[in-house]
């Protein structure tokens, strides 16, 4: 199945830009989460208001991913994320937009202004997800099994409207 996402990330990153990076961020004694991992919990509020807490997302299949308004391949992968959103969400895929940013309450809405998406934009203004995740590169995206376990991670932008992306969303969807 990972193959499935590399084609994508292959695809994208051909016509994109490569990934933004910032010094490699602390992270806890244990390190940051693998595939095969459970996902850590997090609690987080959307630029809505909503408090969304990751376990509460348990049975459905999420997508987690952590960016920045200042990153061209956050911002070129959005509108295939909005896409892979709309496409999917009845069928119970989430997709969670970790915004980094610490001025991220100010900065995001001044972008949204001109893109919108339906799927929920978060703030980690404290980088506490961001650093529990290991993150440091952008964007980044960890792609979670109903059961809460870490099925990949992808770092850079992909197209995930691209068909095969969705083909492995789907079986997910399916387990």
Known sequence: MRHLIAAALLILLAIAFSGCSEPPAQTPSGGPPAVGQVAPDFTLTGLDGKAYTLAALRGKVVIVNFWATWCPPCRAEMPSMELLHRDLADEGLVMLAVNIEKDGRQTVPKFLATSTHSFP???????????????????????????????????????????????????????
């Open 121 to 175: 934009i978060l703030v980690d203004e404290k980088e506490d997800v961001q650093k529990r995740y290991g993150v440091y590169k952008f964007p980044e995206s960890f792609v979670i099994r109903k059961n809460g376990v870490i099925d990949d991670k992808v770092i850079g932008a992909i197209d995930w409207a691209h068909p095969q992306t969705i083909a492995y969303f789907r079986d997910l969807l399916k387990e």
